[in-house]
């Protein structure tokens, strides 16, 4: 009986342990349950975990970014014609592990070898067997090869051509690179731009190293853009996730003042003339003389940007950074000076041949000289002897203000590279007498011929032009535009008059020593030159290959359209005359330049009417059958331009501005030039959108204007 109680109560206890175990482990899972609920509400409710934020942990996971790149600006011709733009290039490399398989099964490593190897031969620098061997490596763990210099910078055309085979396992990889499509083409003046990675960023841009794509590196280079989006594993776009875009800014395209088909024949000439007399450098520049445009300019040794050939020779762009002596060109600049200051009587005569300075002797190219002779004649045969006597006599202060008046020692601020300064002797009376005839005196092709636009242009002396604007990537707005700029006025008109008619008998005259340089059709004023070039020692050198030899034309003498200036160094092959060369070939480009350009006006000598009542100035200039515009409201003339005396295009206006309150004119139909020649004379800024004649101003005709204000014109042809 006791037994069967002890059993019962056994049972009971183990009953009620078992409800108490139950409750317990009911309670302990139920608080489980509320603290995971609790754990995910707190996350939902505050989307944080461990004080990690669980809202920016999931985009990064989901998150997809990419830069967009920014297209480098274009360099182009004054016709728009592209001199460099953006491409890409192509590096290729093979998969050759067989492991490597699409997700169909399908091989996407090289299957045939020998056939992959032949069409790479083919079409890349590189021969069979190198080829095959590539794909063949030692280490036969290899995933992928590549195939060096012959695998860079692929051209699309010679992808396309690979890819038309369908050969598996060959893949290319783009990257930004420049096209030069002209190849040797202005190549130091349009310069280059390589491939170069941000230190900071990481990335791979386009920088300007030489020349306008150095120069206006800022202009052309763009800034890149950003792309983020979310996706999922498939690469399906996300439609609830947040996206966001920055589009790139492309560059800006830079318009030089180039003339494609003036370029491309002065290359020729060049080209010609290097096999004629293989100089061992040559500069060649033509020049708007009435804009100071730079229509057409050249140098030897060049280089091809599209290939690199040639790079190595010489890297800089000799018409800036390159100083030398000029030799008889110079004589133009003595000439004018003592002309200009009143110390030139050319009717004179001296002793030529030989002229002692102290304990130095000054001798002409002809030793034995051409007995006695006047001035004039010894400027057309190039005498060194009658150039010392002219220095002399106008006295070496004098003649050192004209060198700086003409700006020959000065940097010109060129707008493509840093011009070196000019370098002189001048303190012996010796040292001062050899820089009359360029010797003794060092300066750039740039330096000289922005002096000579002061003799073409009837003594306004105006600064070399390359570039005429600059636009935003989608040529509709006008950044930045560049006007014709005066430098100065070193000489009088009539002195530059008078300059180019000893530089016409420098070609015409029975004893002339530029008689290479006729022209049918036009005349020419012309004059040469030849220079002794100096070894490494520093001392002249011997021979008939150790000149420099040079020549500044002006076609036509009377009202100069061009000028051009051409310098050959050193010539080794010396059995043409090197003058005949530069003539034969050089003409040609002038020739061309004109018959596009030229065209038979009447001029007319402009009278002084500043500090003229406004009536009688109109009075004076419409008499000659000038046209002329008045500016501002006063009754009185205060400037005009151009100057007085200076020859004037009668189909062109003369302005004058009064003492009053500015007044815009009605520009519809001006030129380009016309509306330079305003902003210049009113110090207002002006901004060119198009080429040709003036349709549309943004000051209206007849309201006023300050000074420095700006206006908007639109050109159309």
Avoid: C
């Amino acid at each position: 009986m006791i037994n069967k109680q002890n059993q019962l109560h056994n049972q009971q206890q183990a009953a009620r342990n078992r409800r108490n175990f139950g409750r317990i482990f009911l309670f302990s899972v139920s608080l489980i349950f509320v603290a995971i609920i609790g754990s995910f509400s707190t996350k939902a409710l505050f989307k944080t975990a461990n004080g990690v934020d669980l809202v920016h942990k999931t985009k990064l996971l989901y998150n997809q970014s990419s830069i967009i790149q920014a297209q480098r600006g274009k360099i182009v011709a004054n016709n728009n014609d592209p001199l460099a733009e953006d491409t890409n290039t192509y590096s290729l490399y093979a998969v050759i592990s067989k492991k490597q398989k699409s997700a169909s099964g399908k091989p996407e490593y090289v299957q045939n070898k020998k056939k992959t190897a032949k069409i790479l031969s083919e079409n890349l620098p590189v021969s069979y067997d190198a080829a095959y061997k590539v794909l063949n490596p030692k280490n036969k763990k290899a995933f992928q090869v590549e195939f060096g210099n012959a695998g860079n910078n692929i051209g699309l055309m010679t992808k396309k051509k690979i890819e038309a085979h369908h050969l598996t396992g060959l893949n290319f990889v783009a990257k930004p690179a420049r096209l030069y499509p002209n190849g040797v083409f202005a190549s130091h003046i349009v310069g280059l731009a390589s491939l170069i990675q941000n230190v900071k960023t990481k990335q791979n841009n386009l920088v300007g190293q030489m020349g306008i794509e150095q120069s206006f590196n800022k202009f052309l280079t763009g800034k890149n853009g950003f792309k983020s989006s979310q996706e999922d594993n498939y690469g399906y776009k996300i439609p609830s996730g947040d996206s966001k875009e920055i589009p790139a800014k492309n560059g800006d395209n830079v318009h030089t003042t180039i003339n494609p088909s003036l370029q491309l024949l002065l290359e020729n000439q060049m080209n010609k003339a290097q096999q004629e007399a293989n100089p061992k450098s040559m500069n060649a520049i033509l020049m708007d003389a009435k804009t100071g445009k730079i229509v057409a300019a050249s140098q030897r040794p060049t280089f091809n940007p599209e290939t690199g050939k040639g790079l190595g020779d010489v890297w800089r762009d000799t018409l800036t950074q390159d100083l030398y002596e000029p030799g008889s060109t110079m004589k133009v600049f003595s000439l004018a000076s003592a002309i200009d200051s009143g110390h030139y009587n050319g009717k004179a005569t001296y002793q030529s041949g030989k002229f002692q300075i102290g304990d130095a002797i000054v001798p002409d190219w002809n030793p034995n000289g051409w007995g006695i002779i006047s001035f004039n004649q010894g400027f057309a045969m190039s005498s060194n002897v009658a150039m010392a006597h002219v220095e002399q006599l106008m006295g070496a202060s004098t003649w050192e203000k004209y060198i700086n008046r003409f700006q020959l020692l000065k940097n010109n601020t060129s707008q493509i590279d840093k011009q070196a300064h000019g370098i002189i002797q001048f303190k012996e009376p010796i040292e001062q007498a050899n820089t009359a005839f360029g010797q003794g005196i060092q300066v750039t092709a740039l330096q000289m011929l922005q002096g000579f636009t002061a003799i073409a242009n009837n003594g306004e002396m105006i600064q070399p032009q390359f570039i005429s604007k600059v636009t935003d990537s989608k040529n509709k707005k006008v950044v930045k535009s560049y006007s014709k700029k005066v430098v100065g006025h070193p000489i009088k008109a009539s002195t530059a008059i008078s300059v180019r008619k000893h530089m016409e008998d420098a070609v015409y005259k029975p004893y002339a020593v530029g008689q290479d340089f006729k022209m049918d059709g036009y005349k020419v004023a012309a004059k040469t030159g030849t220079a002794q070039v100096t070894d490494s020692s520093g001392q002249y050198g011997n021979g008939n290959s150790s000149y420099l030899y040079s020549v500044i034309e002006m076609v036509p003498a009377s009202h100069p359209r061009y000028i051009m200036y051409v310098t050959m160094k050193q010539p080794q092959n010396i059995s043409t005359p090197t003058t005949k060369v530069m003539g034969d070939n050089f003409n040609v480009v002038m020739k061309k330049a004109l018959e596009n350009k030229i065209t038979k006006v009447k001029t007319a000598k402009i009278p002084k009417v500043a500090g003229d009542p406004v009536s009688e100035a109109q009075n004076k200039l419409n008499s000659k059958g000038i046209q002329n515009v008045v500016i501002g409201k006063g009754n009185t003339v205060v400037k005009q331009n151009p100057s007085a005396e200076a020859p004037k295009d009668l189909s062109r206006r003369v302005m004058l501005l009064t003492d009053g309150r500015m007044t815009m004119p009605d520009l519809t139909g001006w030129s380009r030039e016309e509306v330079e020649d305003f902003a210049s004379l009113t110090n207002i800024k002006v901004s060119f959108n198009g080429e040709g004649n003036v349709t549309a101003q943004s000051i209206k005709a007849n309201d006023e204007f300050d000074e420095h204000a700006q206006l908007d014109v639109n050109l159309s042809n």
